[in-house]
């Protein structure tokens, strides 16, 4: 079947089988390969998406139910050559160490800025339950993400 | 992991989704959040020929003040719930249990109609759902017709859907923002309850439901027929696993469970 979607601001037009998950579609369709597996049973968030601005676990998603989606990777999240907030408190905090799971907690992370602007240390912890890292670097993930939500309505 | 092949139909409508499981037969089925669904596909222990998918069916997602009760639309997200002005003033206890179902990913997606069509005793929703006895709409070729949470649920992964039936609406009456405690106990945050309880104040009296203690989510009678007779919450919370069957597995054992469902029934009588 034909699935049609807006890929970090770009129009996307495949040709895939209906049981395509999401993620396979973005890796082998689109070619992007910044969202990663890791379980493959919808336990870990590595392969968080953004679907209309909400975080969801691409392997737990059929393709064609995103047609007609806009959907966000990790590789759409810099304005050119500037980062997202998320992605340079990241860089600033330490926030990944082998960097596996760092795409997924990233855009989780933008998820829940945009729910909760302004959360505390545990909004962070609850709201990143669904994403697991494996080098357990989980306290700068989430000094990460406290300092992205400091910057960020700094710039409002 | 990739599911076996299948057909893939989308539905604009409920009256499209029924007369389109109806014309693909017995081994298509709907497909909601694809929470539950997805999962059980990818493992090949679902198998379905052709799915439906309900995603577009935009008009049953809602939560309505109906009066003397709230309607809820069956493709309405955890999310929306969770975040439901409506709940937190006329039924607490739904939203306050709907942000406990797993992690926002899953919460984003998944749908109250799913959840409780799943029939899957260790989910949260329902067993909120039995305790306020919720009264379920369900629509199929013939017409609609409406069962109650204590007929609905009739083992595990199964209901009182007909194959053909669409669950459309949730019937909850108004229990106010308070007078309710729900006690999940997992290991892991966005886990599934190894044992959940949860005591609610229904229409003057104390409800009281069990996740994960059977076959199907259950209501604690024996609890609440100690309560009402004047026990503490103590002695009542004793009683919390007669006529459960809970089942033993890598995450505890039958005895374990019983032990919990004291306990978590105790906290949770205590809390409100
Ligand atoms: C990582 C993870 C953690 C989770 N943790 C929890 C948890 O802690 N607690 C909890 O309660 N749940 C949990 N869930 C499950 C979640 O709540 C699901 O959203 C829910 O069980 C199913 O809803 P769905 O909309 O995704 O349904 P789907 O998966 O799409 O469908 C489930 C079943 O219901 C049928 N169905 C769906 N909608 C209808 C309808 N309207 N009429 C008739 N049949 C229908 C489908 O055919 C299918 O058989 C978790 C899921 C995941 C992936
Ligand atoms: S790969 Fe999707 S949740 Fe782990
Ligand atoms: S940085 Fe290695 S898995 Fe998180």
Redesign the pocket.
């Known amino acids: 079947m034909r699935i049609g979607t807006t890929v970090n601001g770009a129009a996307q037009d495949h040709e895939v089988e209906p049981r395509t998950l999401l993620v396979q579609y973005l890796r082998e369709a689109c070619g992007l390969t910044g969202t990663k597996i890791g379980c493959d ?3 870990c968030g590595a392969c968080t998406v953004l679907l209309d601005g909400e975080s969801v ?1 691409s392997c ?1 998603m059929l393709a064609a139910q995103a047609d007609g989606a806009a959907i966000t990777t990790i590789e759409g999240l810099a304005q050119g050559e500037k980062w997202h907030p998320v992605q340079t408190a990241f860089h600033e905090n330490h926030g990944l160490q082998c960097g596996y799971c760092t795409a997924g907690m990233v855009l989780a992370a933008v998820s829940l800025l945009d729910e909760i602007p302004n959360p505390t240390e545990q909004d962070v912890r609850l709201g990143l339950e ?1 994403n697991l890292c494996r080098c357990t670097g989980y306290h700068n993930i989430v000094k990460s993400v406290l300092a992205a939500a400091e910057t960020m309505r700094g710039a409002k | 992991m990739i599911p076996a092949a299948f057909d893939y139909v989308r539905a604009g409508s409920a009256a499209e ?1 029924i007369s389109l499981i109806g014309e693909h037969g017995e081994d298509a ?12 596909m990818k493992l090949r222990l ?1 198998t ?1 020929s052709v ?2 998918d ?1 995603g577009r ?1 935009r008009d ?1 997602s809602y939560v309505r003040d109906a009066g003397d009760h709230l309607a809820i639309g ?2 309405t ?2 999310r929306d719930l969770e975040t439901s002005d409506l709940l937190a003033k006329e039924c607490g206890v739904l939203r306050a249990v709907a942000a ?4 926002n ?3 984003h ?12 005793p ?5 067993a909120a759902l039995l305790a306020l006895d919720a009264t379920f709409v ?1 629509q199929g070729p013939g017409g609609s017709r409406s069962v109650g949470a204590n007929d609905f649920f009739k083992g595990f ?1 199964e209901t009182a ?1 007909a194959p053909d ?4 609406e949730i019937q909850v009456r108004k229990s106010g923002a308070a007078g309710f405690a729900y006690e ?1 106990f ?1 290991r892991r945050a ?4 190894i044992v959940g309880a949860l005591a609610a104040r229904v229409n003057g009296g104390t409800h009281v439901a069990l ?1 994960n203690m059977g076959a199907i989510v259950l209501r604690a009678r024996a609890v609440e027929n100690a309560l009402e007779q004047g026990a503490s919450a103590t002695d009542a919370a004793r009683e919390a696993a007669v006529g459960t069957d809970p089942p033993s597995d890598l995450n505890a054992s039958t005895e374990y469970r019983t032990h919990l469902a004291q306990v978590l029934v105790r906290r949770a009588l205590e809390a409100i």
């Open positions: 049973t919808s336990s676990k737990t669904g | 989704a089925k709907f497909l909601a959040g694809g929470m539950s669904l997805l999962p059980l679902a379905p799915l439906v309900l069916v049953l069956a493709l997200r955890h406990q179902v797993g992690d990913q899953v919460r997606r998944g749908t109250i109609g799913g959840s409780v069509a799943h029939g899957d260790a989910s949260d929703l329902p369900l992964l859907l039936e669409l669950l459309t999940k997992n966005q886990d599934w309850a996740v």
